[in-house]
């Protein structure tokens, strides 16, 4: 069992950078594909970036692949998204999640979530 706790969201201009950390307690940190969300209000959670349990494997939604680097440091219990180039569509509570074996890019299908972080991207 893992708690991913987010951090690293804020304010930023378009075009502007932000790095945001998901730190996951628990010992089994490797047993878990993790996952990164986001939400607007009024919509559904969307896929943004997935990585595998070893780091090996990535992908992204087609409006991130590009501009945002999703990578884990498993020694830390950590996963990060890099996000490059922003725009303000990518306004967003961003969730990290955690689930057994392989990443999905269907949020129902994570066990764990973090509490989220806002990000605000100002044009």
């Known amino acids: 069992q893992v708690q991913p706790v987010e951090s690293g969201g804020g304010l930023v201009q378009a075009g502007g950078s932000l790095r945001l950390s998901c730190a996951a307690s628990g010992r089994t940190f490797s047993r878990y594909a993790m996952g990164w969300f986001r939400q607007t209000p009024g919509k559904e959670r969307e896929f943004v970036a997935g990585?595998?349990?070893?780091?090996?494997?990535?992908d992204y939604a087609d409006c991130v692949k590009g501009r945002f680097i999703i990578s884990r440091e498993n020694a830390k219990n950590t996963v990060y998204l890099q996000m490059n180039s922003l725009k303000s569509e990518d306004t967003a509570v961003y969730y990290c999640?955690?689930?057994?074996?392989?990443?999905?890019?269907?949020?129902?299908?994570?066990?764990?979530w973090g509490q989220g972080t806002q990000v605000t991207v100002s044009s």
């Open positions: 990585i595998s349990r070893s780091g090996s494997s990535t």
């Open positions: 999640a955690a689930k057994a074996y392989y990443f999905d890019y269907d949020a129902l299908n994570y066990d764990y």
